[in-house]
């Protein structure tokens, strides 16, 4: 069992940065796979980045390809997105989500199922 708390978002100009973490519980969090998602008001939860227990193996969505990057502290339990160049269309509600079976390795990392634990998700709001 592992929970998740992602903190880090806030209101925020187009073209400005943030970056958000997510703190885990747990011994094991260094053998699992992190992913971030965003849900945006009236839209399904999306994919945005992934990384391996590692970081050696990272995956992201086209949309944010070049401006987010994901990344993660073992030693601090905690899994980071930096976002670059961000753009009204980022406004969303983060979630940080982890996967204890490593199913990266598979390419089942996008999707919702691919995830068994789950934060309460921060706000990000970029105003234009």
């Known amino acids: 069992q592992v929970q998740l708390v992602e903190s880090g978002g806030r209101l925020v100009q187009a073209g400005g940065s943030l970056r958000l973490s997510c703190a885990a519980s747990?011994?094991?969090?260094?053998?699992?796979?992190m992913g971030w998602f965003r849900q945006a008001p009236g839209k399904e939860r999306e994919f945005v980045a992934v990384i391996n227990w590692s970081g050696s193996i990272t995956y992201y969505a086209d949309s944010v390809k070049g401006r987010f990057t994901i990344s993660r502290d073992n030693a601090k339990n905690t899994v980071y997105l930096q976002m670059n160049s961000l753009k009204p269309e980022d406004t969303a509600v983060y979630y940080c989500a982890a996967d204890p079976r490593s199913r990266i390795y598979s390419g089942s990392y996008y999707s919702l199922y691919d995830y068994d634990y789950w934060g309460q998700g921060t706000q990000v709001t970029v105003s234009s």
């Open positions: 747990g011994r094991t969090f260094s053998r699992y796979t």
